[in-house]
């Protein structure tokens, strides 16, 4: 990351008014191992391994300061994680990454900066989520390899959207701004000096890496009687052409959570076309095409307990191209104490490619089981 981000969100935190105040500071992680069996199609058999032991590990530390009259606070914070096994290398480094950043909180609303995700994704609301696969992004491609989605050293290629949250910048360096709540809801804005991140969806030899790019944001929670209801709004200008919007709705009642959301993006302008590639090595045919296209999730989710079951379908398509994924997911997860939970995962996907090329393709099953750690 480069360092005047974090020079720059420093020196705004340290021109709060001098007062007083009191240090904190934490350190926390979680880690997570799976073992998964994969059913795939005859047809794609010799393509697909049938056994998977995906791992993931985060570490987090946090310093952040309250000032007297408890006003203003401000934070830093470093993030690391790393994986095994895994299929996307979209930490920020690859196979290992890092998230540092800065809060600073006043009576006139938040600011952040560092490598953070955008507004329109901090906001984002949708289908609910249960266990360490995700609706959105989903790494059930750990299991079952999604044609569609790549990112390693052969090269990037997102010819589907992989979230109806705005990603495409992903923990990019930038700036954002949080209004107070008012009536319930808060907006966002934020600015992204250079869209690119391994953790988004820009090719590093796409053209456009180095653009900027603009998001917008609002989120809402109010209740209805016995209803909690929760909506965000997202809207996204990268790199001048390139127009993305999402909506998201989640309805809460008893142990009960429903919700759904969509993400459209579309080009607008002619600066830089889709699937111009000035290096086919590493620009796989159609690299760029999630640059028009749109993505849905719908699910359902209950807890009781220590006891958490969602059951989720995401779906993805590409406007110019049959490209399209399906993925339904039943997920299991149970608290055994504070320090441990316990999964249990059973998926089908169905992802499709531009042709019948066995390598652009894969439909199966998977049936997955795991521990968390936190401490």
């Known amino acids: 990351m480069n360092p005047k981000y974090l020079l720059g969100l420093f020196c705004l935190c340290v021109a709060t008014p001098a007062v007083a105040g009191e240090w904190t500071f934490d ?53 690391a994680m790393a994986g095994a096994d895994k299929e996307l290398e979209d930490y920020t480094q690859g196979k290992w990454g890092e998230e540092a950043y800065a809060i600073l909180d006043t009576p006139y609303g938040r600011i952040m900066g560092g490598q953070t995700w955008n507004v329109a994704y901090q906001f984002g609301v949708g289908a609910p989520s249960v266990g360490p696969l995700g609706v959105n992004n989903s790494d059930i491609v750990d299991f079952i390899a999604n044609p569609n989605w790549k990112r390693n050293k052969s090269g990037t290629a997102f010819r589907t959207l992989n979230s109806t949250d705005i990603n495409t910048d992903g923990t990019a360096p930038k700036i954002s701004y949080i209004t107070p709540e008012f009536y319930q809801t808060v907006v966002g804005l934020t600015y992204v000096p250079d869209i690119y991140s391994r953790t988004g969806l820009v090719s590093r030899y796409a053209d ?51 919700g759904g959301s969509y993400r459209r993006t579309y080009v607008d302008g002619g600066d830089y076309p889709q699937n111009i590639r000035r290096n086919p090595q590493r620009m796989p045919e159609g690299f760029d095409a999630y640059r028009e296209g749109y993505a849905w999730n719908v699910g359902v989710s209950y807890a009781f307990g220590p006891y958490q079951a969602g059951l989720s379908y995401f779906n993805a398509k590409a406007d110019h191209t049959d490209n399209e994924d399906r993925i339904v997911q039943f997920s299991n997860q149970y608290q055994l104490n504070k320090y441990t939970d316990l999964y249990l995962i059973a998926a089908h996907v169905d992802y499709r490619g531009a042709d019948d090329d066995l390598r652009d393709n894969a439909k199966g099953y998977a049936f997955i089981a795991g521990v968390g750690f936190n401490f």
């Open 27 to 79: 350190a926390s992680g979680s880690a997570v191992a799976l073992y998964g069996y994969s059913d795939v199609d005859s047809r794609y058999e010799k393509l697909n391994d049938n056994n998977h032991t995906p791992s993931e590990v985060e570490i987090n530390l946090s310093a952040e300061y309250t000032f007297d009259d408890s006003a203003y606070a401000a934070g830093f914070y470093l993030d």
């Open 208 to 258: 456009y890496k180095n653009e900027d790019g603009y998001v917008a944001a609002l989120y809402n929670h109010a209740e209805l009687g016995s209803l909690n209801l929760e909506t965000s709004l997202g809207f996204a200008v990268f790199a001048d052409d390139d127009r993305e919007f999402s909506a998201g709705m989640s309805i809460s009642r008893g142990n009960w959570t429903l």
